[in-house]
């Protein structure tokens, strides 16, 4: 056999967390697309203001990984991360900040199942990274040639 129940189980919940992600982060473009739209701030204001919303906008989305790893870690043989002291929810928070930015400290290391949660989030990381940067990049084209 390829993979086993615990394989499946962790790709199944690992795509779960991408999807919850990734709609997370599309409703947010959406409503920071239609508030820019509304609002009557000057323009440069309007992209700091959404800077600051995408910044949240990927932390929530860390804390969703991070949320997900806590619990897996909890099920006997799904895996959990190595480290040198007890760990605690803002320690898998922590660590799902590493990963997906891909920065990788590599202090505290994924073992078992768990490092496919790891893989994929790295991945999605990029790419939720790379969807604020170029809806940012848009906004303010759009937004800082109209500004006086």
């Given at each position: 056999?390829?993979?086993?129940?615990?394989?499946?189980y962790t790709a199944g919940a690992t795509l779960l967390v991408i999807v919850i992600a990734v709609l997370s982060h599309?409703?947010?473009?959406?409503?920071f697309t239609r508030w820019i739209a509304n609002t009557k701030l000057r323009p440069r204001l309007r992209?700091?203001?959404?800077?600051?919303?995408?910044?949240?906008?990927?932390?929530?989305?860390?804390w969703i990984f991070g949320i997900g790893y806590w619990?897996?870690?909890?099920?006997?043989?799904?895996g959990s991360l190595l480290s040198n002291y007890s760990l605690q929810l803002i320690d898998f928070?922590?660590?799902?900040a590493t990963v997906y930015s891909t920065l990788g400290f590599g202090d505290l290391v994924p073992v078992g199942p768990l490092r496919f949660m790891?893989?994929?989030e790295s991945v999605t990381g990029l790419l939720l990274i790379t969807w604020?940067?170029?809806f940012t990049y848009l906004e303010m084209v759009r937004y800082w040639r109209t500004e006086d």
């Open positions: 056999m390829i993979l086993d129940k615990v394989h499946l599309y409703e947010g473009l959406r409503f992209i700091v203001l959404l800077i600051h919303g995408l910044l949240l906008l990927h932390s929530v989305e860390i619990i897996f870690s909890m099920v006997p043989g799904y928070v922590y660590f799902s790891a893989g994929m604020s940067a170029s």
